[in-house]
């Protein structure tokens, strides 16, 4: 089983910096990467796909990058409704393992 | 677009069975993977298993084996989970989500969760 990292565990941002999370893989996973924002009592929703495509009605501040090992989530520009915790998942071994989330906090 | 509405929570006694329906309505159900997704308190998401109803046969984590059984309902668009031996351990919230329609085991849309309650 695939085992993946998101660092850093928390992350405190002001609105409208940038946040930068990352996801390592323990094996290639190619770009078979996808990843989720759920806020609090909700379910995840999918923002990235492919590591790098952005999933519908998802804003363009949102950017994934990365192959293999290793990748990253970027928001361009935090807004109030970007507070949430994030996670990562690999889709390219059964099971599609996820990270154990960023939480992306207000600064 | 698909919605996935789930039923609601269950209080349930250790050693007793839980089944969750997952009901899909406005696009596909029958050809793209179902699969149920759980949430512990305060952790972090774990696939436990998924059906491709069309098929019928179901999939499971080697975590969940012999403890759990995905099904699929055509005629109406669910898909149930029943997970059985239940311990403090699975209180969580059990969510179903569907296959994305251009890649396989990511999951787009979800269900709004089930929250089930394992306790004496």
């Known amino acids: 089983e695939i085992v993946m990292t998101q660092s850093p565990a928390t992350l405190s941002v002001s609105p409208g910096e940038r946040a930068t999370l990352s996801c390592r893989a323990s094996?290639?996973?190619?770009?078979?990467l996808a990843w989720y924002q759920q806020k609090p009592g909700q379910a995840p929703r999918l923002l990235i796909y492919?590591?790098?495509t952005r999933a519908t009605g998802i804003p363009a501040r949102f950017s994934g990058s990365g192959s293999g090992t290793e990748f990253t989530l970027t928001i361009s520009s935090l807004q109030s409704e970007d507070f949430a915790v994030y996670y990562c998942q690999q889709s390219d071994n059964w099971p599609g393992t996820f990270g154990q989330g960023t939480k992306v906090e207000i600064k | 677009q698909v919605q996935l509405v789930q039923s609601g929570a269950e209080v349930k006694k250790p050693g007793s069975s839980v089944k969750v329906s997952c009901k899909a309505s406005g696009g596909s159900f029958s050809s793209r993977t179902i699969s149920w997704v759980r949430q512990a308190p305060g952790h972090g998401l774990e696939w436990m298993g998924g059906?491709?109803?069309?098929?019928?046969?179901?999939k499971y984590t080697q975590r969940f084996q012999g403890r759990l059984t995905i099904t699929a309902d055509e005629s109406t668009s669910t898909a149930y989970m029943e997970l059985s031996g239940l311990r403090s351990e699975d209180t969580a919230i059990y969510y179903c989500?569907?296959?994305?329609?251009?890649?396989?085991?990511?999951?787009?849309?979800w269900g709004q969760g089930t929250l089930v309650t394992v306790s004496s």
């Open positions: 492919g590591a790098s």
């Open positions: 059906i491709i109803p069309i098929f019928g046969a179901a």
């Open positions: 989500t569907r296959d994305h329609a251009s890649v396989g085991m990511t999951f787009d849309p």
């Open positions: 094996q290639s996973v190619s770009s078979n």
